[in-house]
């Protein structure tokens, strides 16, 4: 993210491409990249040729998925490789055996995982819908009601912040932080610190990681996830 602010973008997408590499949610930094590109774009319309920004628009945004996605793509391919190909299944050692037993785990026994088997074979959700029982309302029960109170502090946060941001800048949010005011010709000091036009992107990935956090995570990892992305 300082990357991008300081106007690198390639640097900065060459590290959130490593992002993804460890961690899926890396994907989310997608956003970050499209929405300076089309800063950029939108920024450029008066003075340079509109289709020639156009399809550098397109061509910058194809690239930043490319560079982001492939890392996540690799790994889903490597993962298909080692679990769905016939031959790929591998004798479990003994120890890890008595342990899926102790825990209650499923063993694949030399059987194709039922994810191979989808029109689109992603390990990652296998795992997070059978073992992690990670799903939309999933985690609302009665026994996590020390977890919710866990992520409050910080859903607070995100929620006051949010709305603050919204109700002082309506316009900037209607056109996606491309625009303060309807008239171009209004020139205004920026705001400072957290109302300033440049936080819009930031507080938007927030927002997002909150809403689907509280409702498709474990909760308790939202407020940890909002923190190191912030």
């Known amino acids: 993210m300082g990357q991008l602010e300081r106007g690198r973008s390639w640097t900065s997408g060459l590290l959130f491409a490593l992002a993804t590499g460890v961690r ?3 994907l989310v930094s997608i956003g970050f990249l499209v929405h300076s590109q089309c800063q950029g774009f939108f920024s450029s319309l008066l003075v340079l040729n509109p289709l020639r920004q156009l399809l550098k628009l397109m061509g910058s945004v194809f690239l ?3 560079t982001l996605g492939l890392p996540f793509a690799l790994f889903q391919y490597y993962a ?3 679990f769905c190909l016939p031959g790929s299944a591998r004798s479990i050692p003994k120890p890890l055996v008595q342990l899926a037993v102790d825990k209650g785990y499923r063993i694949a ?3 194709e995982p039922p994810w191979c088997s989808w029109e689109l074979p992603l390990i990652y959700s296998y795992i997070q819908d059978v073992y992690w029982n990670v799903g939309f309302l999933r985690y609302y029960e009665l026994k996590q009601v020390p977890n919710f109170l866990l992520a409050a502090p910080v859903a607070i946060l995100v929620t006051w912040g949010t709305w603050t941001y919204v109700t002082t800048h309506p316009w900037l949010c209607l056109t996606l932080g491309m625009r303060r005011n309807k008239s171009d010709e209004t020139l205004e000091k920026p705001d400072p610190g957290f109302l300033s036009p440049r936080v819009f992107v930031y ?3 927030a927002a997002a990681l909150l809403l689907f ?3 498709c995570m474990h909760v308790q990892l939202t407020c940890f996830s909002i923190k190191s992305h912030c």
């Open 213 to 215: 956090g509280s409702l």
């Open 24 to 26: 899926s949610n890396g």
């Open 80 to 82: 298909y490789t080692q």
């Open 109 to 111: 026994e030399g059987n």
């Open 203 to 205: 507080l938007v990935h």
């Open 64 to 66: 930043s998925v490319l």
